[in-house]
């Protein structure tokens, strides 16, 4: 088992960036891959991206193409979303969770040990 604790996220002027991070707490999270994904007050949870556990490889959903990016840094157990050119729409509680189970990779289905979440708002 493991736990994710977020940090990062607050308060942000469109187009600007912020860098929300999941911290694990034990080093069998370096078997998970790890979903960030977020959800707008109204709507459901929607999937934001992925990165592979070694890192090598990362899916973003089409709507942050381009502008968010995932990384992971295995040595401090931990995974990062950089989110830039931020805009209302990206305003929401983003949340990262460990790549369990089967399924589709963008299906909260799929994704156990949710972090506690983070609120991103952009203002206009």
């Known amino acids: 088992q493991v736990q994710l604790v977020q940090s990062g996220g607050g308060l942000v002027q469109a187009g600007g960036s912020l860098r929300l991070s999941c911290a694990a707490s034990?080093?069998?999270?370096?078997?998970?891959?790890i979903g960030w994904f977020r959800q707008a007050p109204g709507k459901e949870r929607e999937f934001v991206g992925r990165?592979?556990?070694?890192?090598?490889?990362?899916d973003v959903a089409d709507s942050v193409k381009g502008r968010f990016t995932i990384s992971r840094d295995n040595a401090k157990n931990t995974v990062y979303l950089q989110m830039n050119g931020l805009g209302p729409e990206d305003a929401a509680v983003y949340y990262c969770?460990?790549?369990?189970?089967?399924?589709?990779?963008?299906?909260?289905?799929?994704?156990?040990?949710w972090g506690q979440g983070t609120q991103v708002t952009v203002s206009s």
């Open positions: 969770a460990a790549d369990v189970k089967s399924g589709t990779y963008d299906s909260t289905y799929r994704y156990d040990y």
């Open positions: 034990a080093r069998t999270y370096l078997r998970y891959a």
């Open positions: 990165i592979s556990s070694s890192g090598g490889t990362t």
